[in-house]
């Protein structure tokens, strides 16, 4: 007798997993996010403002160049991989692995080299004498090479974010470890420089071995495989650099605030400001992690053409994403100097005015945290890209006006700003998307009208 249960919605069954994925996440941020204040207040305390300040322009350097030169391939991994897996081919998706972990590889190496000169050209610049010079250039490389973007793609394409969540621990738990060593034993910038290195090479080689140990196949990396992976995913060139050079601007006036503040205000201004940034990045922290867990829904729901569901749910995280923005500012404008405080010290508290601004700047992006995956879902990255060039552009423009005038508090406030810009245009562009259709994922891009009209219109 067949049963009489009414067997769940489709969209029910969505949110139950999408709800499991976000709770695996949410755990291993808690961790994460606790101790990365903890090694942060080891690290301000340990060091003072000035190494301190020093310490972060150098980190910011370092992951400036990671930003701009390597791929987010994690993506390409989702946004294709998603087809791929839906038709069972697991033949197609190892020649799309290969390919990805080659581009990373590949950009990684070239990465490396241009950081490790680019310290020395521009040692001048933030007065790094010539043995923070050295340590500069050593670091930078070393954290170009600890690419691991392929096998986080891997892991949440097959739906393993218990294994993400414990491979992302080995990172904060190595540098909280490593910063009370460093502490306890007097160590100056160069101990906290190892142990960062250190810690990016233990999480990068826990992913790839993770990864590696689910998908039970090689990488199809010979040149045929390469060939056959642009063959059999159109669009996938473009689509690799739409979105890595979208991730590259994503970050970009946080870095270059950074930098610029160390450049125009010394390291102490440039500490501080880091420091507010890291700190308002914390607070908003779980909607990082709601991004990422949503993303692989919506490209499934792309897939699959489920466009009512993906409607649905859109939506729905839309709405809590406002909540969670007024949240983050309320935080950030009733104990700001006290979280300053706490974690830092008393030194540290002339940073509040830089963790308001950069809060509500974190809050805007809260607001829109659900825009960027749903459109990389639906192949229009184009739009991301665009949305993030003109935040840039308008971003230097604004630094260049308020940086000489206001300092480190001008670089908050043209962050705030470039966030409004970047965050109202994807929301125009959503609303059209909505408006006129879905295209099936496995339509190729270049016969998406729309992403043509992107063309057309610059």
Same mark, same amino acid.
């Given at each position: 007798?067949?049963?009489?249960?009414?067997?769940?919605?489709?969209?029910?069954?969505?949110?139950?997993?999408?709800?499991?994925?976000?709770?695996?996440?949410?755990?291993?941020?808690?961790?994460?996010?606790?101790?990365?204040?903890?090694?942060?207040?080891?690290?301000?305390?340990?060091?003072?403002?000035?190494?301190?300040?020093?310490?972060?322009?150098?980190?910011?350097?370092?992951?400036?160049?990671?930003?701009?030169?390597?791929?987010?391939?994690?993506?390409?991994?989702?946004?294709?991989?998603?087809?791929?897996?839906?038709?069972?081919?697991?033949?197609?998706?190892?020649?799309?692995?290969?390919?990805?972990?080659?581009?990373?590889?590949?950009?990684?190496?070239?990465?490396?080299?241009?950081?490790?000169?680019?310290?020395?050209?521009?040692?001048?610049?933030?007065?790094?004498?010539?043995?923070?010079?050295?340590?500069?250039?050593?670091?930078?490389? $070393?954290?170009?090479?600890?690419? /691991?973007?392929?096998?986080? *793609?891997?892991? %949440? =394409?097959? @739906? +393993?974010?218990?294994?993400? !969540?414990?491979?992302?621990?080995?990172?904060?738990?190595?540098?909280?470890?490593?910063?009370?060593?460093?502490?306890?034993?007097?160590?100056?910038?160069?101990?906290?420089?190892?142990?960062?290195?250190?810690?990016?090479?233990?999480?990068?080689?826990?992913?790839?071995?993770?990864?590696?140990?689910?998908?039970?196949?090689?990488?199809?990396?010979?040149?045929?495989?390469?060939?056959?992976?642009?063959?059999?995913?159109?669009?996938?060139?473009?689509?690799?650099?739409?979105?890595?050079?979208?991730?590259?601007?994503?970050?970009?006036?946080?870095?270059?605030?950074?930098? $610029?503040?160390?450049?125009?205000? /010394?390291?102490?201004?440039? *500490?501080?400001? %880091? =420091?507010? @940034? +890291?700190?308002?990045?914390? !607070?908003?922290?779980?909607?990082?992690?709601?991004?990422?867990?949503?993303?692989?829904?919506?490209?499934?729901?792309?897939?699959?053409?489920?466009?009512?569901?993906?409607?649905?749910?859109?939506?729905?995280?839309?709405?809590?994403?406002?909540?969670?923005?007024?949240?983050?500012?309320?935080?950030?404008?009733?104990?700001?100097?006290?979280?300053?405080?706490?974690?830092?010290?008393?030194?540290?508290?002339?940073?509040?005015?830089?963790?308001?601004?950069?809060?509500?700047?974190?809050?805007?992006?809260?607001?829109?945290?659900?825009?960027?995956?749903?459109?990389?879902?639906?192949?229009?990255?184009?739009?991301?890209?665009?949305?993030?060039?003109?935040?840039?552009?308008?971003?230097?423009?604004?630094?260049?006006?308020?940086?000489?005038?206001?300092?480190?508090?001008?670089?908050?406030?043209?962050?705030?700003?470039?966030?409004?810009?970047?965050?109202?245009?994807?929301?125009?562009?959503?609303?059209?998307?909505?408006?006129?259709?879905?295209?099936?994922?496995?339509?190729?891009?270049?016969?998406?009208?729309?992403?043509?009209?992107?063309?057309?219109?610059?």
């Amino acid at each position: 007798m067949a049963s009489t249960d009414p067997q769940p919605r489709t969209d029910d069954r969505l949110i139950a997993r999408l709800a499991r994925n976000i709770g695996w996440l949410l755990s291993g941020q808690g961790v994460t996010g606790l101790f990365s204040l903890i090694y942060l207040a080891v690290a301000a305390r340990s060091l003072g403002p000035k190494p301190f300040g020093i310490f972060m322009v150098v980190l910011t350097y370092a992951q400036l160049f990671a930003n701009i030169i390597q791929f987010q391939s994690w993506k390409g991994v989702i946004r294709f991989g998603a087809l791929h897996l839906s038709a069972g081919d697991r033949d197609r998706l190892s020649r799309l692995l290969g390919f990805t972990a080659a581009l990373d590889w590949s950009s990684a190496l070239v990465g490396a080299a241009l950081a490790a000169a680019g310290a020395f050209v521009l040692a001048p610049l933030f007065g790094w004498s010539p043995d923070i010079q050295h340590k500069a250039a050593l670091f930078a490389a $070393a954290l170009l090479l600890t690419t /691991g973007a392929t096998a986080t *793609g891997m892991l %949440r =394409l097959f @739906d +393993r974010f218990d294994l993400l !969540i414990y491979c992302e621990a080995f990172s904060p738990t190595v540098r909280l470890i490593g910063a009370i060593i460093a502490w306890l034993s007097g160590g100056g910038v160069s101990a906290f420089l190892l142990v960062w290195a250190l810690a990016a090479l233990a999480q990068t080689s826990a992913t790839w071995i993770a990864a590696l140990l689910i998908h039970r196949r090689r990488l199809s990396i010979l040149k045929g495989s390469l060939k056959s992976a642009v063959r059999e995913n159109p669009g996938l060139w473009r689509f690799m650099w739409q979105t890595s050079l979208a991730g590259s601007f994503d970050f970009f006036w946080v870095q270059a605030g950074t930098l $610029a503040v160390g450049a125009f205000a /010394g390291p102490a201004l440039a *500490g501080g400001y %880091r =420091l507010a @940034d +890291r700190i308002a990045t914390s !607070i908003a922290k779980p909607t990082e992690t709601i991004t990422r867990a949503l993303y692989p829904e919506l490209a499934r729901l792309v897939a699959s053409d489920d466009r009512d569901t993906l409607r649905k749910l859109f939506r729905r995280t839309a709405g809590i994403s406002v909540g969670l923005a007024a949240v983050v500012i309320l935080i950030a404008a009733t104990a700001g100097r006290l979280i300053l405080r706490l974690i830092a010290g008393k030194h540290f508290e002339f940073a509040q005015p830089f963790l308001l601004i950069l809060a509500i700047s974190a809050a805007i992006n809260i607001a829109g945290f659900s825009l960027e995956p749903f459109h990389n879902a639906h192949g229009r990255s184009g739009r991301v890209l665009r949305a993030r060039v003109v935040g840039t552009v308008a971003y230097l423009l604004l630094l260049v006006l308020v940086l000489p005038k206001f300092g480190a508090l001008g670089a908050a406030i043209a962050t705030a700003i470039t966030s409004a810009v970047i965050v109202t245009q994807l929301a125009l562009s959503a609303r059209q998307i909505l408006r006129h259709g879905s295209v099936k994922a496995s339509t190729p891009l270049v016969a998406d009208p729309l992403a043509e009209a992107d063309i057309a219109q610059g």
